[in-house]
């Protein structure tokens, strides 16, 4: 079994900031790919950010120069450190982990339970 567990979401004014916190734990042999992943109500899930084992990013083009994401291959965990939010950043923010397990050979992804980021005045 494999827990994603998130932290750090919250109520935060325009122009201010949020760090999200993301710890994988379980039988993990290898993690891959992180990321956060958000909704807000009435829309389709989206990309906010990933990162490889090796340190590569993406982000959203919304996002870009204003969140940084993060992690530590030796706690499994990511972070996304979100910067002069915007009302428009409001959603629930999910955490996901592409990993593989002891005793398989497959890659599979999993999702944490999600975390409410409210950008409001």
């Known amino acids: 079994q494999v827990q994603l567990v998130e932290s750090g979401g919250g109520l935060v004014q325009p122009g201010g900031s949020l760090r999200l916190s993301c710890a994988a734990s379980?039988?993990?042999?290898?993690?891959?790919?992180m990321g956060w992943h958000r909704q807000a109500p009435g829309k389709q899930r989206e990309l906010v950010a990933r990162?490889?084992?090796?340190?590569?990013?993406n982000y959203a083009d919304s996002v870009k120069g204003r969140f940084t994401i993060s992690r530590d291959n030796a706690k499994n965990t990511v972070d996304l450190q979100m910067n002069s939010l915007k009302p428009e950043d409001t959603a629930v923010y999910y955490c996901?982990?592409?990993?593989?397990?002891?005793?398989?050979?497959?890659?599979?992804?999993?999702w944490g339970q999600g975390t409410q980021v409210t950008v409001s005045s």
């Open positions: 996901k982990a592409d990993l593989s397990l002891y005793g398989s050979r497959y890659i599979n992804t999993y």
């Open positions: 379980g039988s993990i042999f290898s993690m891959y790919a």
């Open positions: 990162i490889t084992s090796g340190g590569s990013t």
